[in-house]
């Protein structure tokens, strides 16, 4: 039995080897898009361990199923396999094993979690993402900002946002909403966050650094409303240079400071005309 269980875990092991988050195939990337930052690598190791955990029990599972098929067949018409109850050993398996299977997902989950979320020092780049029902806002707060003005991308139901970032380098995401919860989620990235009201950017951001140039769809990933499916946006992974580019085009059109929506997330509504009356 021990020798069928390494054979098992052997063929599992040889089976995802070849696998990875950046092959052409998707079967190779187990169904995950393209990684496209620099925390898909966390994401990737815990759902590849996933998948090894799954196929081994599998394996396993479909292996004693099989064994004891062949191994206790009924072989005359009187005969009756022995029946087994209340084995202290086997109850206990079927105890503890899921519990230690759960602790170790729960273990690696936190471990992959806590890296995702790790802050930068220094971000090269600043963007406050505001979802408000039902579009999305992008302010670029960067301190190289042209002629120290920040400018903005927004978008409606029918004309979805753009949001622009620089390949390679930084980028901290502070998330904002004046209504309800949304969730600001990049398939590639592996990542997404929930966008609450009431939270300020110290509680509700996130960093990472894109990798690969690129056009991706992002999405709202939280139920918020009639036209919760409509609430897209395309995401531009470029140069920098093309980056700044697109600054310069949005001041030109003027798409200067930011968006009202924003202005209104910092705050919950009503919240105002409580402390003005207080006050008074």
Not at 36 to 45: E, G, L, N, Q
Not at 134 to 157: H, I, K, M, R
Request: glycine content about 6%; overall charge negative.
């Amino acid at each position: 039995m021990e020798r069928l269980k390494l054979a098992f875990v052997a063929i599992a092991l040889v089976v995802l080897s070849g696998c990875s988050p950046i092959d052409e195939s998707q079967i190779k990337r187990l169904a995950l898009p393209v990684g496209s930052t620099d925390r898909t690598d966390f994401v990737w190791d815990l759902w590849l361990g996933a998948w090894i955990a799954v196929l081994v029990i599998f394996l396993l599972v479909f292996g004693l199923i099989i064994y004891a098929m062949i191994r206790y067949r009924r072989r005359s018409a009187d005969e009756v396999p022995s029946q087994v109850r209340y084995n202290l050993p086997i109850e206990a398996l079927y105890t503890f094993a899921p519990v230690v299977i759960v602790a170790v997902f729960f273990y690696h989950t936190v471990t992959a979690q806590n890296a995702i979320t790790e802050k930068v020092d220094n971000p090269d780049h600043t963007i406050e993402v505001v979802g408000s029902k039902w579009q999305w806002a992008f302010n670029y707060l960067d301190e190289d900002a042209v002629d120290g003005v920040n400018v903005f991308d927004q978008g409606t139901p029918r004309d979805i946002a753009d949001l622009y970032l620089p390949v390679d380098e930084s980028v901290r995401f502070n998330l904002i909403s004046p209504d309800v919860i949304h969730s600001f989620w990049i398939p590639e990235f592996y990542f997404k966050m929930d966008v609450i009201p009431g939270r300020g950017p110290q509680e509700n951001s996130f960093d990472l650094t894109p990798t690969r140039e690129g056009v991706f769809t992002g999405r709202c990933a939280e139920l918020c409303g009639m036209y919760h499916s409509r609430m897209l946006f395309t995401v531009h992974v470029v140069s920098r240079a093309e980056y700044d580019q697109h600054l310069v085009e949005q001041q030109e059109r003027g798409m200067i400071g930011a968006p009202a929506g924003s202005d209104e997330a910092k705050t919950i509504a009503g919240l105002d005309e409580e402390t003005s009356e207080e006050e008074n």
